[in-house]
């Protein structure tokens, strides 16, 4: 056992958050400590986000501060994980020289390794006269795009997603969700976009051993499952094709194929499409009440799953698809793949198979060359979807992006700001509008925990009580808290559960319902991790205010 402590901070997506939980696993495993504090850490290690220029800025500035540490002749191993990592790779530790180690998402299987050696480089290496280590060595994985060679080789990557599955010791966090990753990378190439890069190429993950995962985490008191994928619905895992190393399949490159399609094109007995998935985990493991995914893409989202989504009560009604633009010129600068009419054509079908479904977008406005018109047509695109929540972001060039490299960013700040801001009023109604139609309705809530109103009042900054990961919260020594085993796991709590919870002090809480819509009400802390119906009162743009039922 190593007895080292780490700092572990995520930037990022669901993805990040999913690969800092694996990674934490398996450091843990080895013996390695969690701590809250960072400046009283061993080693620190940012998992790092490229795709957001705000989240980028962050990370710089976090190295800055660890650098001086460092400096000062603080004994501290740091480490760069993620996104960043892998874009940036050597010009990272020129800019960075405190830098110890680095590694890209391809290759977090190495990073113990890694660590490790750090670790020891670091305690062999003499000190200068104000006590700083000389010399720096920085370690980094092979931070190239991965190709189709991986398709016929061993995969490491899998058993670092496979390892929840055959960890005896793992436990659920406190609120019930886990994510499972299903596909890696994106074969998109979206312009704008650095994923491709950093990521690699797609690749599907063997069906048995994701719903091994899920009957795992259900098992281990988890009743809520986001699955994951850059672009989740286009997962698809062709059995006649698989590779077997040592008696386990292995992950799968994707099978490239244009869109339109309203069905899986290569749909087949000997094929466990993203419709066949969903219908699988929702059969083989009853104990998962909400299933949901996300990132879909508009293209290629088959009526197949729509029907899945139809039938299975235990999937959420909810989809996040981002559109990006409501122009077809802009939508092809950006390489999106799909016009503004086959994107309301995929809403339409959606809201004909899932009347109630709830919906979530992202849209960039500003992007290159784009005329009031263009923008214009995304502002009407917005009015007519009707997004629950929309993510609206002024357009910002990514270094390692085709836009960066060869689409000169031409809209002026300003302009960008005042579009950007006339979506987010145009949004801001839509959301109020979509958020009172729920008064007077009864709504299940899977309780995530205390407000962040009941937080700050008890004087909890983020992070102090909890280090949450992926959704799990651990303690501030890594250990999970509030380890629930199936037996606890029912959807919907018993009325003497019920009557026993109320009797304790009430709190406000936090929940979300299966279409993701927030909701605050009062109640004992210990509903944290169980879905509960809350009858709403009131609503905001983005919160539903409500009472426990039967409370
Ligand atoms: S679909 Fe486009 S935006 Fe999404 S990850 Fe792939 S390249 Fe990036």
Same mark, same amino acid.
């Given at each position: 056992?190593?007895?080292?402590?780490?700092?572990?901070?995520?930037?990022?997506?669901?993805?990040?958050?999913?690969?800092?939980?694996?990674?934490?696993?398996?450091?843990?495993?080895?013996?390695?400590?969690?701590?809250?504090?960072?400046?009283?850490?061993?080693?620190?290690?940012?998992?790092?986000?490229?795709?957001?220029?705000?989240?980028?800025?962050?990370?710089?500035?976090?190295?800055?501060?660890?650098?001086?540490?460092?400096?000062?002749?603080?004994?501290?191993?740091?480490?760069? /994980?993620?996104?960043?990592?892998?874009?940036?790779?050597?010009?990272?530790?020129?800019?960075?020289?405190?830098?110890?180690?680095?590694?890209?998402?391809?290759?977090?299987?190495?990073?113990?390794?890694?660590?490790?050696?750090?670790?020891? &480089?670091?305690?062999?290496?003499?000190?200068?006269?104000?006590?700083?280590?000389?010399?720096?060595?920085?370690?980094?994985?092979?931070?190239?795009?991965?190709?189709?060679?991986?398709?016929?080789?061993?995969?490491?990557?899998?058993?670092?997603?496979?390892?929840?599955?055959?960890?005896?010791?793992?436990?659920?966090?406190?609120?019930?969700?886990?994510?499972?990753?299903?596909?890696?990378?994106?074969?998109?190439?979206?312009?704008?976009?650095?994923? %491709?890069?950093?990521?690699?190429?797609?690749?599907?993950?063997?069906?048995?051993?994701? =719903?091994?995962?899920?009957?795992?985490?259900?098992?281990?008191?988890?009743?809520?499952? &986001?699955?994951?994928?850059?672009? @989740?619905?286009?997962?698809?895992?062709?059995?006649?094709?698989?590779?077997?190393?040592?008696?386990?399949?292995?992950?799968?490159?994707?099978?490239?194929?244009?869109?339109?399609?309203?069905?899986?094109?290569?749909?087949?007995?000997?094929?466990?499409?993203?419709?066949?998935?969903?219908?699988?985990?929702?059969?083989?493991?009853?104990?998962?009440?909400?299933?949901?995914? @996300?990132?879909?893409?508009?293209?290629?989202?088959?009526?197949? $799953?729509?029907? @899945?989504?139809?039938?299975?009560?235990?999937?959420?009604?909810?989809?996040? =698809? %981002?559109?990006?633009? #409501?122009?077809?010129?802009?939508? #092809?600068?950006?390489?999106?793949?799909?016009?503004? #009419?086959?994107?309301?054509?995929?809403?339409?079908? $959606?809201?004909?198979?899932?009347?109630?479904?709830?919906?979530?977008?992202? !849209? /960039? @406005?500003?992007?290159?060359?784009?005329? *009031?018109?263009?923008?214009?047509?995304?502002?009407?695109?917005?009015?007519?979807?009707?997004?629950?929540?929309?993510?609206?972001?002024?357009?910002?060039?990514?270094?390692?992006?085709?836009?960066?490299?060869? !689409?000169?960013?031409?809209?002026?700040?300003?302009?960008?700001?005042?579009?950007?801001?006339?979506?987010?009023?145009?949004?801001? *109604?839509?959301?109020?509008?979509?958020?009172?139609?729920?008064?007077?309705? &009864?709504?299940?809530?899977?309780?995530? #925990?205390?407000?962040?109103?009941?937080?700050?009042?008890?004087?909890?900054?983020?992070?102090?009580?909890?280090? &949450? /990961?992926?959704?799990?919260?651990?303690? %501030?020594?890594?250990?999970?808290?509030?380890?629930?085993?199936?037996?606890?796991?029912?959807?919907?709590?018993?009325?003497?559960?019920?009557?026993?919870? !109320?009797?304790?002090?009430?709190?406000?809480?936090?929940?979300?319902?299966?279409?993701?819509?927030?909701?605050?009400?009062?109640?004992?802390?210990?509903?944290?991790?169980? /879905?509960? %119906?809350?009858? !709403?009162?009131?609503?905001?743009?983005?919160?539903?205010?409500?009472?426990?039922?039967?409370?």
């Amino acid at each position: 056992m190593t007895g080292k402590q780490i700092y572990l901070e995520t930037f990022g997506c669901q993805m990040n958050e999913l690969d800092s939980e694996l990674v934490a696993g398996q450091l843990r495993a080895l013996g390695y400590q969690f701590i809250n504090d960072r400046d009283a850490a061993d080693i620190v290690i940012y998992n790092t986000c490229s795709v957001r220029e705000q989240a980028e800025n962050k990370v710089w500035s976090r190295l800055g501060e660890v650098g001086r540490l460092k400096k000062r002749g603080q004994d501290m191993v740091i480490a760069v /994980i993620g996104c960043l990592a892998e874009r940036d790779g050597t010009s990272l530790m020129q800019r960075m020289p405190q830098v110890d180690v680095m590694c890209g998402p391809g290759e977090l299987d190495k990073l113990p390794h890694l660590l490790e050696n750090a670790v020891k &480089t670091q305690d062999g290496r003499p000190r200068d006269e104000d006590g700083a280590r000389l010399e720096v060595v920085a370690l980094q994985g092979d931070t190239s795009r991965r190709t189709a060679v991986l398709a016929a080789a061993e995969d490491k990557l899998e058993m670092l997603d496979f390892s929840r599955s055959f960890d005896p010791d793992f436990r659920a966090g406190t609120s019930g969700s886990a994510y499972v990753r299903i596909t890696r990378g994106c074969n998109k190439f979206c312009t704008y976009c650095v994923v %491709p890069f950093t990521r690699g190429a797609e690749v599907h993950r063997p069906p048995d051993h994701i =719903v091994e995962e899920c009957k795992r985490l259900a098992d281990a008191g988890v009743i809520e499952v &986001t699955l994951l994928g850059q672009t @989740v619905n286009h997962y698809r895992y062709e059995h006649g094709a698989q590779v077997v190393v040592q008696g386990i399949a292995q992950p799968q490159k994707g099978r490239s194929y244009k869109g339109g399609h309203a069905r899986d094109p290569f749909s087949s007995e000997q094929t466990t499409t993203f419709a066949r998935l969903l219908h699988r985990i929702h059969e083989e493991v009853p104990a998962i009440q909400r299933l949901r995914f @996300v990132t879909s893409y508009p293209r290629d989202f088959g009526d197949d $799953v729509l029907e @899945v989504m139809r039938d299975c009560p235990r999937l959420c009604r909810y989809l996040h =698809v %981002p559109v990006q633009s #409501g122009s077809d010129r802009i939508l #092809g600068k950006m390489n999106r793949g799909y016009t503004a #009419g086959e994107y309301y054509e995929f809403i339409d079908r $959606v809201k004909q198979y899932l009347p109630d479904v709830m919906l979530a977008g992202d !849209i /960039i @406005v500003g992007f290159p060359t784009e005329t *009031e018109d263009d923008f214009q047509a995304t502002a009407d695109l917005l009015r007519r979807v009707r997004y629950k929540n929309c993510f609206i972001f002024k357009y910002s060039p990514r270094p390692g992006t085709v836009a960066f490299d060869k !689409i000169p960013d031409d809209v002026p700040t300003d302009v960008k700001r005042r579009r950007n801001n006339d979506l987010l009023a145009i949004q801001a *109604e839509i959301s109020d509008a979509v958020s009172r139609e729920q008064i007077g309705k &009864t709504l299940h809530v899977l309780v995530e #925990g205390a407000s962040k109103k009941t937080r700050k009042n008890r004087g909890e900054a983020p992070g102090q009580v909890a280090l &949450t /990961i992926g959704g799990a919260s651990t303690s %501030p020594d890594g250990e999970g808290t509030g380890f629930r085993t199936s037996r606890d796991r029912e959807g919907a709590v018993s009325p003497s559960r019920q009557a026993n919870a !109320i009797a304790e002090l009430e709190v406000q809480l936090s929940g979300r319902t299966d279409g993701d819509l927030i909701v605050m009400f009062d109640g004992p802390e210990s509903l944290q991790g169980q /879905i509960v %119906p809350v009858k !709403i009162s009131d609503a905001s743009p983005l919160t539903l205010f409500g009472e426990l039922v039967g409370a």
